[in-house]
């Protein structure tokens, strides 16, 4: 198993910025890649950015240049930094690890932890 517990969600203003942070632990080694996702109310949940093992990067056409995904493997821990927020990025954000079987119901959520941009 693994454990994902997000942290540094909040309200921020319209062109501010967030870092979301993601503790890993558990079988780590069993991890292809991590991700974050965010669902807003009443729509679908959709990927935001992933990451893998060797650092190789992915994302979301909303989110590229206004974000960066990053990881540091000595503390387990993965980083969502967002820049220029606009209202629309409002959503619980949710920390996904991925080991081989694909995100959804095979792979690893943490609780999510919100974000909400104010115009």
């Known amino acids: 198993q693994v454990q994902l517990v997000e942290s540094g969600g909040g309200l921020v203003q319209a062109g501010g910025s967030l870092r979301l942070s993601c503790a890993v632990s558990?079988?780590?080694?069993?991890?292809?890649?991590m991700g974050w996702y965010r669902q807003a109310p009443g729509k679908q949940r959709e990927l935001v950015a992933w990451?893998?093992?060797?650092?190789?990067?992915n994302y979301a056409d909303s989110m590229k240049g206004r974000s960066t995904i990053s990881r540091d493997n000595a503390k387990n821990t993965v980083y969502l930094q967002m820049n220029s927020l606009k209202p629309e990025d409002t959503a619980v954000y949710y920390c996904?690890?991925?080991?081989?079987?694909?995100?959804?119901?095979?792979?690893?959520w943490g609780q999510g932890t919100q974000v909400t941009v104010s115009s």
């Open positions: 990451i893998t093992n060797g650092g190789r990067t």
């Open positions: 558990g079988r780590i080694l069993s991890i292809n890649r």
């Open positions: 996904a690890a991925e080991a081989g079987r694909g995100w959804g119901t095979n792979g690893y």
